[in-house]
């Protein structure tokens, strides 16, 4: 079965660079989640869109911004990088209806130097 | 507000013992989901159970159950004869029903290790 694909795996970047990730839902999903889990912690909602508009805001950055595309793969940009900003960053997707299945994809480790 | 706590931090066990990781949440929602993930050193979020609000009937997975009960709010986690392949976090989440905003509100984890 087809699952929720993220690219790239992983990134290092500098400081006060731009990273963006990419997210590609399980076909036929109609709402993409974002999440930011930092090293030890628990994942943090981050931003979330159904059918292409946005839906629900998190702890989101005014640094990152996120867009839901046509084909309902979802982008995740994030400027002026912090140390801070180094995580596992998780996209998963659902379909409202039905039966609510909730994938996570495997995760983009982000680390900035 | 939404909230999952899952007190215990770490626990260490030996092969073949059982174990049973507990999740409280609280919520004002009547109908809600509630989820079970595992998180292998390798990262990935695998997904184990979901269970809403209105089914209370416990659930058996091979080595696997939990334990939902609505009165205490509690959807506890327990694994049979342990091995060391279930060495992992394990996060408890709560989330709403219906609507499009189903986010997911995590617990800290459990840091389960499993020794040979």
């Known amino acids: 079965a087809a699952g929720v694909i993220q690219s790239p795996r992983h990134l290092i970047k500098e400081k006060r660079e731009t990273a963006t990730l990419k997210c590609y839902p399980i076909?036929?999903?109609?709402?993409v989640y974002w999440y930011q889990q930092g090293p030890g912690q628990d994942p943090q909602f981050l931003i979330s869109?159904?059918?292409?508009?946005?839906?629900d805001k998190g702890s989101i950055p005014d640094r990152f911004s996120a867009q839901q595309f046509s084909d309902y793969h979802s982008e995740l940009n994030m400027s002026s990088l912090e140390l801070g900003d180094s995580a596992l960053y998780f996209c998963?997707?659902?379909?409202?209806?039905?039966?609510?299945?909730?994938?996570f994809g495997s995760g983009t480790r982000l680390t900035v130097v | 507000a939404q909230k999952v706590t899952q007190a215990q931090t770490e626990i260490s066990v030996v092969e073949k013992e059982d174990v049973t990781l507990d999740c409280v949440y609280e919520?004002?929602?009547?109908?809600?989901?509630l989820f079970w993930y595992k998180q292998p050193p390798s990262g990935e979020l695998v997904f184990l159970i979901r269970?809403?609000?209105?089914?209370?009937q416990n659930e058996i997975s091979g080595r696997y159950s939990w334990n939902f009960q609505k009165s205490t709010s509690s959807f506890n986690f327990t694994i049979t004869a342990s091995q060391v392949v279930d060495s992992a976090v394990y996060f408890c989440?709560?989330?709403?029903?219906?609507?499009?905003?189903?986010?997911?509100?995590f617990g800290t984890g459990t840091l389960l290790a499993v020794q040979p």
């Open positions: 998963a997707s659902s379909r409202v209806e039905g039966t609510h299945g909730y994938t």
């Open positions: 989440a709560l989330s709403d029903y219906g609507g499009a905003t189903n986010k997911l509100i």
């Open positions: 076909p036929r999903h109609d709402t």
């Open positions: 869109f159904y059918e292409k508009m946005q839906s």
């Open positions: 919520t004002r929602d009547t109908t809600y989901y």
């Open positions: 269970r809403n609000s209105f089914d209370e």
